[in-house]
């Protein structure tokens, strides 16, 4: 039975002697209010109300318990109050700082649809996972490997001038004897920077005998993307991401490295289901 509701019935009749004026009070019909104070009085063993005379009259049992039932009523109205008010309190999020403020709106323009106010906050992936361990935010971003992905992007490499071929080979970075021009480098941005992305790049370019310094981490996207403007370097990063920096975006020949990310801590599901398609959006994903 709905416990709640019939303690609220049997607290309206009982202030106002009558159900008919009772059930107005608690905006039911009268019908129903008779089924609840009954229902309730079964499910407590004994009458609430006299209904012998002209007006319901409280029983010696309805007044021993009526204080309890005015409590029960008035806490489920304070839970009401306060979810409403909870829903209102931003949701604080750790997000990738690739993230554009223009896919970010999108995404919480359409949290709130769901009842969610979200306050995006752009961080690394170490820093992600320390601010919601630490309960700084209420929920992540988390960079994850593949096998644990709910969003992937593709990851190839980009640069400023426009390559002839449809792929670039890690191999054609490998410096000649020579050494008359600079090695070109690959650089790695700090979202990028985790081991299922950074190790086998790095593996793949000692295979082929690059210089240790030719695969770079970057302090920033930023100088990463300066270095690729201002020479023949290459960035790491996804279609999307080149595309925005008006970079020349490839697939890697030797390796086919992806940036993947899962959603963690409070409403992780709902950024995993309702907002799917926003939140890959964000991240570049290829599958929304």
């Not at 004026?21 to 209010?33: K, R, Y």
């Not at 109205?77 to 700082?97: M, Y």
């Not at 223009?102 to 992600?128: C, E, F, I, K, V």
């Not at 030719?214 to 960035?235: G, N």
């Amino acid at each position: 039975m709905d416990l709640v509701g019939a303690c609220n019935a049997f607290v309206h009749v009982s202030d106002r002697g009558s159900f008919t004026h009772g059930a107005a009070a608690a905006h039911i019909p009268q019908p129903v209010a008779s089924r609840r104070i009954a229902a309730l009085e079964k499910h407590l063993g004994a009458p609430l109300f006299d209904r012998t005379g002209r007006h319901p009259t409280l029983t010696q049992f309805g007044h021993a318990v009526l204080p309890t039932a005015r409590r029960l009523v008035d806490l489920a109205h304070t839970l009401e109050h306060d979810a409403a008010t909870a829903r209102l309190t931003p949701l604080r999020i750790a997000v990738p700082t690739t993230c554009t403020t223009h896919d970010l709106a999108h995404l919480t323009a359409r949290a709130r649809h769901h009842d969610l106010n979200l306050d995006p906050h752009p961080a690394p992936p170490a820093q992600r996972t320390h601010l919601l361990h630490t309960h700084q935010v209420r929920a992540a971003l988390t960079a994850v490997a593949p096998d644990q992905a709910t969003w992937t992007a593709p990851l190839g490499l980009a640069t400023h001038h426009p390559p002839t071929a449809h792929t670039h080979y890690l191999e054609t970075l490998r410096a000649g004897r020579a050494h008359t021009t600079p090695r070109r480098r690959v650089w790695i941005q700090p979202e990028d920077d985790t081991p299922h992305i950074r190790d086998p790049l790095t593996r793949t370019g000692h295979a082929l005998g690059l210089h240790p310094t030719q695969i770079t981490v970057a302090t920033s996207l930023t100088t990463a993307t300066a270095e690729v403007l201002t020479t023949h370097d290459l960035l790491l990063c996804t279609p999307n991401q080149a595309e925005r920096l008006d970079l020349h975006w490839r697939p890697i020949g030797e390796i086919h490295p992806t940036r993947d990310h899962t959603a963690t801590g409070e409403q992780a599901e709902t950024l995993r289901t309702h907002l799917h398609a926003h939140v890959a959006r964000c991240l570049g994903a290829t599958h929304p």
